[in-house]
């Protein structure tokens, strides 16, 4: 049992990482890992005995601590091999389609393992692929497909296993094609799937934080400025679990952001969201007039702030050179029956930019493949292509969940301040108004995590912030 387990192990080392002083460790490193593990249960026992008086929740985490230190490497590799299948399988459809495209013998998909091993976007297949030079050269093709089956897991494992049998019985080019066609509705499932849920999403968000600052106003009879106390934190809360952990669109319609780049991003973000939270000081001090002026200024500025990361997303994901870059191909592809000569400067001067879709680089990588493979037929490629039309005709549900979220951004802070508004004869009462702030707040974020997919934008919760302001100087 435990030289099953080492084995494994050895393998899953192999994956994560190709030096031989590495794997040649492995089997020293588990052994060590499971005999220190169980000391990481001596302060619960000595804790039990009456040995160690210290408090309960001290002992629980000295204990989880030592575990941690223990076995470090092994969990850490454990993780590791945990990230790279579960992208494997993410990356497999994309991965079959391009091998698919030009498909003539079955060997196509061996070839794009080797492609893969440059390949910038596809980041799991690439460690995949830098085993499979290794293993070809020793084992051959169907040797090193039938060990890296027993490394990998889900819908990769299943597929590799399956693909090296069809090599073996000669069926490899209809496995091939069937699997790529069966991909491609998938691929198409998941981005329709992703789409209605952030449109549903939006609107229960909407609901439920509308829903909270009204019944506020109602129970600030009966409680008092208490409630605040209450539910300020829940709102809190929910804005950052929504913000935080609400997942981002499938790769097909992600936005790839130099690191750069990226980090202005972040860090614009953060100094929008500081400028949001700012007025808080004047509201809890109970200046109602002072924090209104101020939120108009800060929201402002924010938005200012916010609104570049945006834009630039919500343009690259719209943009339609996809369509014309494919259709340049398929026209290519039927005159000469080869993409040896086919060249796409706009599709060069697209990928060069540090804000790009995803499915622009998978698209440049895919042609650069086909290209290297030299001759296609159009009747194949002409799978590739419909499939690509598929995914960017499913644009028009992205419209219209952008569309009703920034109809909820806009409609639901002048919602909330006309009801606060209509409540008050005078002036608001400051838990009435925090609470309210606040929702506004969790609405702009969990709507531009939803929106955008990433938090690299305070436009959302600017805007919400702004009309927000704005409402109640009306008043």
């Not at 508004?421 to 707040?441: G, K, N, Q, R």
Request: net charge positive; aromatic share 10%; with cysteine.
């Amino acid at each position: 049992m435990l030289d099953k387990i080492i084995r494994k192990y050895r393998r899953y080392v192999a994956l994560v990482n190709p030096r031989i002083e590495k794997y040649a460790n492995a089997e020293r490193e588990l052994r060590q890992a499971l005999i220190l593990a169980p000391i990481s249960l001596a302060p619960a026992v000595l804790h039990y005995v009456g040995v160690l008086g210290a408090d309960p929740a001290l002992i629980t985490s000295l204990s989880a601590l030592i575990f941690v230190l223990s076995t470090y490497r092994v969990l850490e590799t454990l993780t590791s091999i945990t990230s790279i299948n579960k992208g494997l399988d993410g990356e497999l459809p994309f991965a079959t389609l391009v091998a698919a495209a030009a498909s003539k013998t079955g060997l196509e998909f061996a070839e794009f393992l080797r492609f893969a091993s440059s390949s910038k976007i596809f980041k799991s297949f690439k460690f995949l692929s830098e085993r499979f030079v290794k293993l070809a050269d020793v084992l051959g093709v169907v040797g090193a497909l039938t060990t890296l089956s027993k490394i990998t897991s889900g819908k990769t494992k299943y597929f590799l296993l399956e693909y090296s049998l069809a090599l073996n019985s000669g069926t490899a080019l209809t496995q091939l094609r069937d699997a790529a066609a069966d991909y491609v509705k998938t691929i198409y499932s998941q981005v329709v799937k992703s789409i209605n849920f952030r449109i549903n999403a939006g609107l229960i968000t909407c609901v439920a934080l509308t829903i909270g600052p009204l019944v506020s106003v109602s129970m600030t009879f009966l409680i008092g400025d208490e409630l605040a106390s209450f539910v300020v934190p829940a709102l809190v809360l929910a804005g950052f679990l929504m913000s935080s952990l609400f997942p981002d669109y499938p790769v097909s319609l992600q936005v790839v952001i130099d690191e750069g780049l990226l980090r202005f991003f972040r860090a614009s973000y953060v100094a929008g969201t500081l400028l949001l939270i700012l007025p808080l000081h004047y509201l809890v001090s109970g200046s109602l007039r002072e924090f209104v002026e101020l939120l108009q200024i800060t929201s402002v500025a924010s938005l200012v702030i916010g609104v570049f990361p945006a834009i630039l997303q919500l343009m690259v994901v719209s943009t339609a050179v996809g369509g014309r870059v494919v259709g340049r191909a398929s026209n290519h592809v039927r005159i000469f029956r080869s993409f040896y000569l086919y060249e796409d400067e706009e599709l060069r001067e697209v990928v060069r930019k540090r804000v790009r879709s995803w499915l622009t680089l998978y698209l440049s990588d895919a042609l650069a493949f086909l290209k290297k493979l030299g001759d296609c037929e159009p009747e194949v490629f002409d799978l590739f292509v419909n499939f690509f039309y598929e995914v960017r005709r499913t644009l028009r549900y992205y419209v219209s969940a952008l569309t009703i979220m920034c109809f909820v951004v806009v409609l639901t802070p002048f919602l909330i301040a006309s009801t606060i508004s209509l409540s008050y004869e005078a002036a608001p009462s400051t838990s009435v108004l925090l609470i309210s702030y606040v929702s506004v707040l969790a609405l702009g974020y969990s709507v531009s995590k939803i929106s955008l997919g990433k938090n690299t934008s305070t436009a959302y919760p600017a805007l919400a912030a702004l009309i927000f302001a704005a409402s109640l100087l009306i008043k």
